[in-house]
């Protein structure tokens, strides 16, 4: 994934030489601070988008955007910044498919938007997490083909908690909703996912008879 190939191309077009500061501080910089999430970038892109070249386009255009803005950046932890950018770039290229015939309903990318409650359901679920489930049932393609049957949303909160190890908050800042509803949907989303993975060992066991 060339995506300092691409920040340099994009500096190179405003007329800046590779000896220019530009060049030899925001780049090494950008690179010490964001490369390190480059992974995690990809597989929150991959796990919105559904494929692979959608996801590098995805993680190209955030990282040059979070490139573009990195001076402004208030310091601290870049992750929880830099998932933000992904996951908003990832929506909108989504919204793009929307708008070509792939039709991807708001029910489905912001099921919070429409009826999702609070109270008692903000306590974390005490089913097992889906690494819990990925270990004692020591399949991770059920897994992956369970989680890709999920909505976009509960794709999304589980990528960043069980896969990246988000905290609550990180991910309220990235997605942009309240500590409870990250809890809440969480709970929800491991209830899906545990859903889906027993119909899958389900119909296993029928095809094994």
């Not at 992956?144 to 960043?160: D, Q």
Request: hydrophobic share 45%.
């Amino acid at each position: 994934m060339a995506v300092i190939g691409v920040i340099h191309a994009e500096l190179a077009s405003t007329g800046c030489p590779p000896n220019h500061q530009a060049f030899m501080v925001a780049v090494p910089d950008f690179e010490r601070a964001a490369l390190p999430h480059l992974a995690a970038a990809y597989n929150l892109a991959y796990w919105l988008m559904r494929d692979r070249s959608d996801a590098d386009d995805v993680v190209q255009d955030a990282y040059l955007r979070a490139f573009r803005a990195f001076a402004k950046h208030e310091g601290g932890d870049l992750r929880p910044w830099l998932m933000t950018i992904v996951r908003n770039v990832a929506y909108r290229a989504l919204a793009n498919r929307n708008r070509t015939g792939n039709v991807i309903s708001l029910e489905d990318a912001f099921p919070g938007r429409y009826g999702e409650t609070h109270g008692a359901a903000d306590i974390p679920s005490d089913l097992p997490s889906p690494e819990a489930v990925l270990v004692s049932q020591g399949e991770r393609s059920l897994v992956l083909a369970a989680l890709a049957e999920l909505s976009t949303a509960y794709r999304e909160i589980l990528i960043l908690r069980e896969l990246e190890g988000l905290t609550y908050r990180e991910i309220a800042t990235v997605i942009g909703i309240p500590t409870g509803t990250v809890m809440s949907r969480l709970a929800r989303a491991r209830t899906e996912l545990k859903r889906h993975l027993e119909d899958r060992l389900d119909k296993d066991e029928l095809n094994a008879m």
